[in-house]
């Protein structure tokens, strides 16, 4: 059964630090692996997905890598904001109970809450 | 597009009763999902559907638990009887099918049982 795990739980840090959220799963024959971001009381926001074959994927100030041998995946902020203040989970397809692929049945790690301040 | 509807919001309902929640996929999308987030287990994923047919229902708790699809812009989740510890956000998500795109989830329905 894939387990995901994220470290740290909780992370403050002042605006303007380059930071980096761990993620790691048990299963490394996973098809895509997916950062989400949860703001309170809303729903997920995907910010990026990386293919299996994929070592990382960028958008902004957003960077992702992904090492499927290790079963590791990191979140990179660069010059965050108190904007950036979330809970951020990363995300895994698992296989459907019947068999054969199920991209959408996620395990998710119980997420980092990230807190930038001013 | 508007994205992933769900009604209602936010319900506070008495134990016994039954509960309803609705959701509208993005158009065109053809993967609709049924999660549950708690404090305690996180984010888990109930139900799926797949060109409306359910594909995967391993992860609803228990017969009081109910879910649809009648088509490919609507689906709902029922509880009945509702119970206490069904209190919890319910997520529903859509998605086109494939390993390379990503899920899109609504606001969730917060549902308290007391």
């Known amino acids: 059964k894939q387990e995901v795990t994220q470290i740290p739980a909780a992370l403050s840090v002042p605006e303007g630090e380059n930071l980096v959220l761990n993620c790691s799963f048990t299963d490394s024959a996973i098809y895509n692996l997916q950062w989400f971001r949860q703001d309170p009381g809303k729903g997920l926001t995907s910010l990026l997905l990386i293919q299996s074959s994929q070592r990382e994927q960028t958008s902004g100030r957003l960077n992702a890598s992904l090492d499927k041998s290790s079963g590791r995946s990191t979140l990179y902020i660069a010059a965050s904001q108190p904007g950036d203040s979330a809970t951020y989970l990363c995300?895994?397809?698992?296989?459907?109970?019947?068999?054969?692929?199920?991209?959408?049945?996620?395990?998710f790690g119980q997420g980092t809450i990230l807190t930038v301040h001013p | 597009d508007a994205g992933v509807i769900q009604s209602p919001r936010h319900e506070v309902t008495e134990m016994g009763q039954e509960v309803t929640l609705r959701c509208k996929p993005i158009?065109?999308?053809?993967?609709l999902f049924w999660y549950r987030q708690t404090m305690m287990r996180g984010l888990e994923l109930l139900i799926y559907?797949?060109?409306?047919?359910?594909?995967?229902d391993s992860g609803m708790p228990e017969d009081r638990f109910s879910a649809k699809m009648p088509n490919a812009s609507f689906s709902t989740l029922k509880i009945q009887p509702s119970e206490p510890r069904d209190s919890a956000v319910y997520f529903c998500?859509?998605?086109?099918?494939?390993?390379?795109?990503?899920?899109?989830f609504g606001e969730g329905s917060w549902l308290t049982v007391v």
């Open positions: 559907f797949n060109n409306n047919v359910p594909i995967d």
């Open positions: 158009s065109g999308h053809n993967s």
């Open positions: 995300a895994v397809p698992s296989k459907a109970n019947a068999g054969g692929t199920s991209y959408g049945k996620l395990t």
């Open positions: 998500a859509s998605s086109f099918y494939g390993s390379g795109n990503t899920i899109y």
